[in-house]
């Protein structure tokens, strides 16, 4: 192969994948992902985008280290960072998810549109978040079932809790002060169970396996 090709930029919308090649070294990876993002700096300057990493399993270290490249050499405002990834999730993330508090909140129902729900602790719903409706926590969401509304968790600035739902496509994601929007074709994906984190100040959302 080509290792030109084995980075390959492509536009969703208003979003960007980024799609590596399975056959190469990772370092390879990074050296062709170092060279097109310096080449195109011009493109992205200023920019506000989502990134979704596909084609190939990553370790959480290799995403780091391609989330550096990217942030070191453009000028480039990263909202929200997504790998199609169907690992087993590492022992740091499922310490985070563990976390608890001391109250956790069970709603049974939906929230519909227009509706806020707000709890001091963890909540947990027992259906779907519609659109045009509101939950907030300040620790850790889960919902099993649909979440479409905007969820809000850890809105006391607690960058340690996560938002988990069956079906993730909110139209707007917050976790403490950090807030994204999700990528369009997100919303028309069959997609497993998700679980969404902070790490180095940004946004992740991973299968929960």
């Known amino acids: 192969m080509n290792k030109d090709n084995c980075v390959v930029f492509k536009g969703i919308g208003k979003d960007i994948a980024v799609i590596l090649s399975d056959n190469v070294s990772f370092e390879d990876i990074k050296n062709t992902l170092a060279e097109k993002v310096e080449s195109s700096a011009k493109f992205f300057d200023g920019v506000t985008t989502s990134i979704i990493l596909k084609g190939r399993e990553l370790s959480d270290d290799e995403e780091k280290e391609l989330l550096d490249i990217m942030s070191e050499k453009l000028n480039m405002t990263i909202s929200f960072l997504k790998t199609e990834s169907t690992k ?122």
């Open 88 to 209: 087993e999730e590492k022992q740091p993330i499922l310490k985070k998810e563990m976390k608890g508090c001391s109250l956790t909140k069970y709603h049974k129902g939906s929230i519909r549109s227009g509706q806020v729900l707000e709890f001091d602790g963890s909540l947990v719903i027992i259906g779907d978040v519609n659109p045009g409706a509101i939950v907030k926590a300040t620790e850790n969401i889960t919902i099993l079932g649909q979440l479409k509304g905007i969820a809000h968790a850890g809105c006391n600035g607690n960058k340690d809790a996560f938002v988990s739902a069956i079906s993730m496509t909110p139209v707007q994601l917050r976790i403490a002060d950090i807030i994204t929007v999700f990528p369009e074709e997100n919303i028309h994906r069959e997609k497993p169970v998700e679980f969404a984190y902070i790490e180095n100040g940004h946004i992740y959302v991973k299968p929960l396996n």
